[in-house]
């Protein structure tokens, strides 16, 4: 999967996913000013780890950071949440999904088996 630069050689998105990074325990994703798109599953994201207690930061992130990361996973509608297990060859982390990653994971499909409370009026109840 390709990750795609901003015009000032930033950390923009992937080809069709959102990008995130975790250092330390903190998310960051770059910023729609650095032309990512507003992505519904990376809003999603974002308020799943807030409400994890996990702590959010929206900035410009280098192409360099990644390789220093403690783990990377790129979020879409067909992406869902994938982790990142390596950049230009460069193992990320461990080089699998890290802790944070699977919190935020397990959160996300949560919501679909009913594990994670919809505290956001996201889902519409089907009968059967």
């Known amino acids: ?32 000013t650095s032309s990512a798109l507003p992505g519904i599953t990376r809003d999603a994201i974002i308020k799943l780890a807030k ?24 979020s879409g509608t067909a992406a869902e ?13 461990a080089g699998r999904r890290g802790p944070v990653t699977k919190r935020i994971q397990e959160a996300f499909f949560g919501l679909f088996t009913g594990e994670t409370e919809d505290k956001w009026g996201w889902l519409d109840p089907v009968s059967k």
Do not use: C, H, W
């Open 81 to 93: 949440i994938t982790p990142v297990r390596s950049v230009d060859g460069i193992q990320v982390g």
């Open 1 to 32: 999967e390709g990750i795609a630069l901003d015009v000032n050689g930033y950390i923009s998105e992937g080809a069709g996913e959102n990008l995130f990074e975790v250092k330390d325990g903190v998310l960051f994703t770059p910023p729609f």
């Open 51 to 74: 409400d994890l207690g996990i702590e959010v930061r929206e900035q410009v992130l280098s192409r360099e950071s990644l390789y220093l990361a403690d783990e990377v996973f790129m």
